[in-house]
């Protein structure tokens, strides 16, 4: 069983609430995996060119061309974003909406897989985590997870964070705020989240090395899809 990892922030490893958390997940399935990072890759979103309508394959020549078959080969996900005013960051979304190309001819690859959705933000991780579970959800893979914390605001380190009347540390300690280390945000001194994050993992390994069922997942999902769509109208 292989896991593929996806790490939707633009910043460094080092500096990243979504790569901590993504790494963090993986590390505690007991399964093969790779973790790839997004960070300085060019992905557009989709063009509605209709070029995978016949095969599936996206025609769109980028930095997801190479990953399609890691895409097709994963028997489960991992995938996080940050959230970026309120939802997912541009290049995770463009990465979850070129996965339009397996939507066509009753194309079953993702079907009935199994994913974790992680999301970091500011304030909080719950849209990005919300909106990948929705991504999840249009093509029948199952959620098993959902992992949510709270990353460092780059107006922590823009060095204008102490006198800006729009950015997090003015908004989290108002006016005259001092900022100082302890007080910038830190999924690893979070213990619930790294907890959270742990026991997704150990989840996921499970799930996948139990029979594994995919047909069945995917009938679970088209179910649960139904239900979405009909929430929602
Ligand atoms: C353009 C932009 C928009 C953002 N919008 C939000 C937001 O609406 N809500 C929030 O909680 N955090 C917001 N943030 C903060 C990021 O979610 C936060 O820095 C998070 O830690 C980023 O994830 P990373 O640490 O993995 O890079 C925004 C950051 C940027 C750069």
Redesign the pocket.
């Given at each position: 069983m292989k896991i593929l990892g996806i790490?939707?922030?633009?910043?460094k490893e080092k500096?990243?609430?979504?790569?901590?958390l993504v790494q963090t997940v993986l590390e505690n399935t007991g399964c093969e995996y790779e973790l790839i990072s997004l960070k300085g890759k060019k992905i557009s979103g989709c063009i509605a060119c209709l070029g995978c309508v016949k095969d599936n394959i996206c025609k769109v020549e980028d930095d997801l061309t190479e990953l399609r078959v890691k895409v097709v080969e994963a028997d489960a996900y991992v995938i996080?974003a940050?959230?970026?005013?309120?939802?997912l960051?541009a290049i995770t979304h463009a990465f979850l909406e070129r996965w339009f190309q397996f939507r066509h001819q009753e194309g079953d690859t993702l079907w009935g897989k199994l994913g974790v959705a992680v999301g970091?933000?500011?304030?909080?991780?719950q849209?990005p985590a919300d909106e990948i579970e929705k991504f999840f959800a249009y093509n029948f893979i199952e959620t098993v997870a959902k992992v949510t914390g709270?990353?460092?605001?780059?107006c922590f380190s823009c060095g204008y964070g102490e006198t800006c009347k729009v950015g997090?540390p003015h908004m989290l300690y108002g006016e005259g705020v001092k900022i100082t280390e302890e007080m910038i945000?830190n999924?690893n001194e979070q213990p619930e989240v790294m907890k959270a994050a742990v026991d997704s993992g150990k989840l996921l390994g499970q799930r996948l090395g139990k029979e594994h069922d995919r047909i069945q997942v995917t009938q679970k999902m088209q179910q649960k899809f139904m239900e979405m769509l009909e929430g929602s109208a």
């Open positions: 790490a939707g922030s633009t910043r500096q990243s609430g979504v790569y901590t996080g940050p959230n970026y005013y309120s939802t960051n970091v933000g500011g304030t909080s991780g849209f709270q990353g460092a605001a780059s997090v945000p999924v």
